[in-house]
Every structure is written in C-alpha cells, then in structure tokens.
C-alpha cells in the first residue's frame, strides 16, 4: 500500500550515473522534470532511454546520484511505492485474465475496495473506448485495443506519474498516429507528468512539450520541439531531429567582399546573410560543418520569396514524389544530399537538377566540437551580460 501521496510530481535527476561493470550507460544524467509536463525521451537504440525510464520506476538500481519524484528521494524506494505507473512496449497484459481483470489487477493488490475498483475500471473503460470489451481476452483484441488496455490499466491507480516505454511500436503506421493523438489528449485531460521514451523523432516531436535527446548515454539537448529543430546544440541533434535528415558539408569560412563572409563547401559558395554573420566571425578562415535542412533546398524554378539564387546544378539520383512534396537525392562534386522541394518539380534520374540553397536557416558547427556556433555565442554573449 502507497503510504505516502505524491501532490507534485516534478521529477528531478541529479548526477545519475547507471553502470555495468566498467561500461557507463547513463553518464551524469542532470535534468529537472516539471510537474504535468509531457517529456519525451528520444534517441538511437542503446542511448540509454529505457534504462532512465526503468531507473525513475525503481525496476533498475542507479549506480550514482539522486532521483528525486516530487520533494522525495526514491533511490531506495520500492517501485510499487513510487507512485508511478508504467506502459510497457510489449503491453504486458495477463492473457488468461479478462480486459477488465487485467485492468483492475493492481488496485486489487493494493486491497482496494471492490466498489472503487469498479467504479474506476468502468470510468478509465469508457474515456478509453472500450467499455464494450472488458468481458475479452488479450487474444480477442487488436494491437491498438490492447495497447489502450495497457494505458487503461495504468489509468486506474490514479498515479502521480506515467511511464511509458515505447508503446506505439508494435502498432501500424495509421494506429500509431491515432494512438498519438489519443495519448496527448489524454495527458491534457488528466494533468499528470509524463515521461515518455520513443525512437521515433516523429512521435518525440508531435507529442512532446519538451524533448530529452540522448546519445551514447549523454544528454545532448533537452527542449521544446520548435527549438530543437530550429537551434539544434551540436551536429548530432541537428542531424537526428527532422526527416529526411539535416544535410551536412564539410566547408570553409572565408572572408567576402567588405564585411561579408562566405562558406566555402567545395561545391558551392554563398555568401553568409549579412544578418546571420557575426556569430561566425571568429571562425574566418577555419574549417567548419555547413548543416542545411532538405526543406531549405529548393528547385531554382519554384524559388520562394525573399530566397538569393545560388547557382547551384547538382546530379539526380533518386525521386521519392510524396504528393505534396519531393524528395530528391542529389549529387555534385562527390557530395551526396537531399532537397525538399515543390512537388511540380521536373526532375528525371540521371539528369541535373538547378537547385537553391537558404542559408537564412542555416547551421555552422565547430568542427571539432561539433557544437552549434550560432549556440555558442549566445551563451558568451550572456556571459558577458552577467558579468
């Protein structure tokens, strides 16, 4: 029995470490969690996404550090005492029990009154739409019914915070953007934090209010959808947000005519905008990363306004038409990258495509940090704000 209420679930993870014997998994893990926030967990298999999920759950001892759930450390709090209810991928329902059985299953554990039960399991049952099979089997059911039982079963503990651990995996392309869309409506209706841990950059960014990245175990970037995609810190949370993919160059920053400056690819040459400069002024004259979004490639025939041409002809190599838009994937110079562009586009295989290249939404990274430029001098302009 739960002998403690949680009243705020902000979550706080300070120096968390997880260990296997010499190999780290999650290494100084510093976040704090809001209360009724919705935070997605996202990044490549083996990130170390599930493992913090497991941890905050209790499932997995932490190596180092302090995991706090409201104002209450947890380190050594049993997971049935957290307060929390988890969504596992694989739904984990008791396939001898009835959906309505599986659903109460853990409120009977926790000796509450059978009337509470019911009354609960028949409200979670009907906001979940599907009040019409708690009489069934897991066997009887459609992958996204179960997954709504799962959902439902943790509905009914009432608990302070949600686990879930990728629960739209196993479901087809049309469920799963059903099943986003129920999810987050969900959230709204029961103002309780979430943590939700997904590979899918799609699912991260269409549900999340904030999204922790996670690479080789270390946090990368923690923020809104908006600012992720549009500030990304460093080159690997720039190319693993969006799809397709942000485009990368090896390039040179040259001083232009005056005041301006150039980026030099090898492939092409573009004047920086005069407005986008003076981060990169340090780095004249350096090697850099050039990152430019597909959607900021486009076909030199339907140029949108305000955009410079860039002159740039590159080889077509592959079309992907999607109906709305484009997907080209071009080459030039021995550089391979992919355009965005207008679905009237006339692109053949094998011919070459007259492309223009918005460097308003560019991205220029250290390259040897790989750290966004544009990132780095807003903090030591800040820096010197405070000083």
Known sequence: MILWRILVASITFDHVYKRFGDLTIINDLNLYVEDKEFLVFVGPSGCGKSTTLRMLSGLEEISDGTIMIGDRVVNNVAPKDRDIAMVFQSYALYPHMTVYDNMAFGLRLRKTPKQIIDQRVNEAAKSLGIEHLLDRRPRQLSGGQRQRVAVGRAIVREPAVFLMDEPLSNLDAKLRVEARSFISKLHQRLETTFIYVTHDQVEAMTMGTRICVLNGGILQQVDSPYNLYHNPYNVFVGGFIGSPSMNFFDATLKPGDGDSITVDTGVFDIAVPP?????????????????VRPEDIHDAAYIPPGITPSGLSANVEVIEQMGNEMIIYLEEGGKSF??????????RVGGTLDVVINLDNMHIFDRDTEASLAYEYKQEEAAKAGS
């Open 338 to 347: 992919i355009a965005r562009t207008d679905p009237r586009t006339d692109a």
């Open 275 to 291: 407005q986008k400069a003076e981060p990169f002024r340090s780095h004249v004259g350096k090697e850099v990363i050039l990152g």
